[in-house]
């Protein structure tokens, strides 16, 4: 139980920190973002120093993660990604590096960001929402239709 | 405008680093944005209360600068909303199907050298840079 309520306070903590990081990093602002993609405008190399340093320590982390046995709240650490590389994840990728260059809005930061009450960045959390809700209904309508298939396939065999 | 800001990146960047390690040191998961969001949003019981507690962390977070220093935010949205619309679907349709956006695979996945991560991470940032550079430049000064 108390194992339980660690983990909530270290959920909420953890958001805290992210939190603070994008807003002093300046990644919820579209603007900052969009300079460092923008390479025809006036360019701020400042994302790539985020990332740097953000890479450096999570590269630490999992130097750490490697000579533990278990998380320390319990559970277990990830295994090595499994899925391959395929038309999924590149697709996916490109949608959301076309999405990204054209709005410069990152998740995270874009959610951080509608405290300010900004249109942009309320529009953008809404319709990433919409997306994702849209993604999921069409996966689970593509996974029933794989099961009504199931039992052909099998009387088949 | 815009302007190159070295200190406050770096210490916000490991800020962000602290918040994803501690995350994975101490629970195991992967704290990538898009991905909390979206099991928020599938709200699956057991898995819901992290994700809303981490997400009312940063948003709590925010609203602390935003009283105390409202400029961290951009009050002009950086492009016709229409074009913000746009990318937000495509950032929610694109990042579930890739599993991942700028801190699972750009931060999780790259620093533990994941191949998937590494593809992802390398996509999204060339076409981040080539719609930003050509098409946005564009769509945005046309706003």
């Not at chain 1, 990830?78 to 990728?93: F, K, N, V, W, Y």
């Amino acid at each position: 139980m108390s194992t339980r309520r660690n983990d909530r306070a270290l959920a909420l903590a953890c958001g805290a920190l992210f939190g603070t990081g994008v807003c002093v990093s300046g990644m919820v602002r579209p603007s900052k973002i969009l300079a460092f993609l923008d390479l025809r405008g006036d360019w701020d190399p400042s994302l790539l120093l985020v990332m740097g340093a953000a890479l450096a320590l999570q590269a630490v982390a999992w130097g750490i993660v490697r000579r533990m046995r278990a998380p320390v709240l319990g559970g277990r650490f990830p295994g090595p990604s499994t899925g391959g590389i395929d038309a999924r994840l590149a697709g996916g990728a490109a949608l959301f590096g076309v999405g990204w260059g054209l709005g410069g809005f990152c998740p995270g930061p874009a959610m951080v960001s509608t405290v300010s009450g900004a249109t942009g960045s309320l529009v953008f959390v809404a319709s990433m929402a919409a997306g994702m809700l849209g993604y999921q209904w069409l996966d689970a309508v593509a996974g029933k239709q794989d099961e009504a298939m199931t039992p052909d396939a099998k009387d088949a065999s | 405008m815009s302007q190159f800001t070295p200190a406050s990146a770096l210490a916000g960047g490991a800020l962000i680093a602290l918040s994803l390690a501690l995350m994975l040191i101490g629970t195991g998961r992967i704290a990538g944005l898009s991905g909390v969001f979206a099991g928020f949003l599938r709200g699956a019981p057991g898995d819901w209360t992290w994700r809303a507690l981490f997400l009312a962390g940063a948003i709590a977070a925010g609203a602390v600068f935003m009283l105390v220093a409202p400029d961290t935010f951009d009050r002009v949205a950086p492009a016709p909303l229409w074009l913000v619309a746009t990318s937000g679907v495509l950032v929610g349709v694109g990042t579930r199907l890739s599993n991942g956006c700028t801190s699972g695979h750009g931060l999780c996945g790259v620093s533990r050298l994941s191949r998937r991560s590494l593809v992802a991470t390398g996509v999204f940032f060339v076409l981040g840079v080539l719609t930003a550079t050509v098409i946005g430049h564009a769509l945005r000064g046309a706003a």
